[in-house]
Structure formats: C-alpha cells, structure tokens
C-alpha cells in the first residue's frame, strides 16, 4: 500500500541522526513489547508480513508521532483485536473479561531459544527463474491497496539484475491469501538519476530486493 512507512524519496524528515553507542532499548518497557511479538508470532495466529502490514495501516499521524517500539505495541494491539484474541474494551479496562481465546501453539520457557530465531524463508523452486544477471528489466507500475516490498521511488523504473537470491516465500501472495506462494527474489540495481532525476549523484547506485512479479523484461 501507498501507506506514510513507504518515506524513500520523501522531503521534509531532516537527517537521519545516529545515536552513538545506541542501546538495545531505551526503556524496559521497549523489551516486553519484543517479548510479546516474539510470543504473539508463535501462537501462528498471524506471521510477521501481518506484522508489517498491521503496522503500515496506523493512521499516519499515529505512525510518525510514535517511537519504534510503540508502533509495535499498537500494531500487536491492533491485531489481536482483529484475530479475536482481545477486545478492545479488554485493552482499555487491562484485564480479560472472559476466557482466552485458543491458539495453535503457546511460547513456554523451553521454546524461548526457537521463538528467537526467524523462520526460513527459503521455498523449493517449482520452475526456472526467468531472469539472469545482466538482464534489464523494468519494475511494474503498481499501486496496490496490500501490502507490498516494492518501494514507491522503485516503480515503473529500469534497472538491471545484479544476483538471483533464490526462491522465497512472497510477502504480497500470503498476504492475499495464498500462503504456499513462491517467487523468486532478485537484486536489482537502478542508476541513481533513473530514481531521482538528472539532480542526482551521477555515481549513485542503488539496489534493492525485488520478487519476480514486480518485474518485466525492458
């Protein structure tokens, strides 16, 4: 989607500021919201494109006026009143009205080792990539409602392919429903000027990862 997390090529958010000797959290509270997205995952009550797309569909003011890990709290939050597992007058009140829901799984202190390991995304290929290093292909012109890994400032733009990365789950397919979808993922390298205009650095490069639906021979 054309959502307010999509900023690549955006004006108007100042330099990005590094923190020196950043901490892994700046508050304790920042650690429980990983813990309880780490256990929310395990239940397999949704995965982690879900995540995402929950977190992209914040109204914008919400989502720029937030820190990080907020964001995540209010994305877990809205999801698990979307799944059922909370209402939000629950949420509101900070105790359960009634039983819990039932999950898939739930996250023990055995499993912790496992829930802290992202899944593979690797799939067996079912047919032959159709691009090759070198190949000029273009991105597609799209503007889906959905969630997406293909960035705005990258659509309807010629690039080439650097490096095939294998067959991977399809974040756009699971999210439409069809979780068995596979798509090969490409690198592809767009001349800074064909992004950005003839302003540009004429020495910049830029690549992204791309899957094989966004792309078409040139």
């Not at 109204?59 to 209402?87: I, M």
């Amino acid at each position: 989607m054309n959502g307010i997390h999509d900023l690549g090529g955006m004006h108007g958010f100042g330099p990005v500021v590094q923190e020196a000797r950043e901490p892994y959290f700046h508050a304790p509270w920042e650690g429980r919201v990983l813990a309880l997205q780490r256990a929310l995952l395990f239940t397999r009550t949704w995965n982690l494109d879900a995540f995402r797309d929950s977190q992209e569909r914040l109204p914008a003011r919400v989502y720029l006026s937030v820190s990080y890990y907020h964001r995540w709290l209010l994305s877990l939050n809205q999801s698990a009143v979307e799944h059922g597992l909370v209402t939000q007058d629950e949420l509101d009140a900070g105790h359960a009205s009634g039983p819990a829901k039932p999950v898939e799984r739930t996250l023990t202190l055995r499993d912790v080792d496992i829930a802290k390991i992202r899944g593979p995304f690797g799939r067996t290929p079912t047919r032959e990539a159709r691009f090759a290093p070198g190949d000029v292909v273009r991105t597609l012109n799209m503007n889906p409602v959905g969630h997406t890994r293909l960035p705005r400032y990258a659509r309807d733009k010629i690039g080439r392919i650097e490096s095939v990365r294998g067959c991977h789950a399809y974040p756009d397919g699971i999210m439409a429903g069809d979780r068995g979808d596979a798509q090969w993922l490409y690198t592809v390298a767009f001349d800074g000027r064909t992004l950005w205009g003839e302003d540009a650095d004429p020495s910049l490069t830029v690549s992204i990862e791309a899957f094989e639906p966004y792309l078409e021979p040139a």
